[in-house]
């Protein structure tokens, strides 16, 4: 089983519709990022979480929100969809004392129509 | 702006010879480098780091170089196989700074 979880894979919404994508880690890790990855940009940062009671900004957060619900859960929401947030998205972890190096999971392709 | 580039889309190389990935920063307060490996369908994966206090770390069949006066590193892989054949993302961070700033990508593609 993947240490790092996302759901859905894969996911078709709506222009102007909510979605949720949610992420789960057994790691153990106190941080989890949430990133997009567009072609020809690489992996951009939307949000991250130092820890519960933390959540900051990335380089790219209008039109997103999260919630890090428990240490393990960190759940990226697009309030209002629209069709440039079409991407594949990744979630990751670290672990503070443990350096720079980030772990990501498997991706959610969203497609908003 | 992007303060991480990786200028090559695209790099082909036959089985059994060099590849060499190119990565450039723009950001001076940068100390710490990484490069991801990502196949279809599955999320990156670490592949090797380098501290700044370095200019060369090798593992195996990679090995990055680092140059901080250019600020420029690049990562080889020799000799290459197929399997080696995905998508490199370069990455860059602050120590005390624990977010990561990734260049484009570069795909490799290893010809039998």
């Known amino acids: 089983d993947a240490d790092v979880t996302q759901t859905p894979r894969n996911r078709i919404t709506k222009t102007g519709k909510r979605i949720m994508l949610e992420c789960s880690q057994t790691?153990?890790?106190?941080?989890m990022y949430w990133y997009r990855q567009d072609p020809g940009l690489g992996l951009r940062l939307i949000y991250y979480s130092f820890d519960v009671k933390d959540i900051n900004k990335g380089e790219i957060s209008d039109g997103y929100s999260v919630s890090r619900q428990a240490q393990a859960k960190f759940s990226l929401s697009l309030e209002s969809a629209i069709p440039n947030q079409t991407a594949l998205y990744f979630c990751a972890t670290s672990q503070g004392s443990a350096g720079n190096t980030i772990y990501f999971g498997e991706g959610s392709w969203l497609t908003v129509v | 702006d992007q303060q991480v580039k990786q200028n090559s889309p695209s790099l082909s190389v036959q089985e059994g010879r060099i590849s060499i990935l190119n990565c450039d920063y723009t950001?001076?307060?940068?100390?710490?480098f990484l490069w991801y490996k990502k196949y279809p369908a599955e999320g990156p994966t670490f592949l090797i780091s380098?501290?700044?206090?370095?200019d060369k770390n090798e593992d195996g069949r990679f090995t990055v170089f680092l140059n901080k006066s250019a600020k420029h590193l690049s990562l080889h892989i020799v000799p290459s196989q197929p399997g080696d054949s995905a998508v490199y993302f370069c990455?860059?961070?602050?120590?005390?700074?624990?977010?990561?700033?990734f260049g484009a990508g570069t795909t490799v593609t290893v010809r039998a």
């Open positions: 790691k153990g890790h106190d941080r």
């Open positions: 950001n001076s307060m940068f100390d710490y």
């Open positions: 380098i501290s700044s206090i370095k």
């Open positions: 990455a860059a961070s602050e120590t005390n700074d624990y977010k990561l700033s």
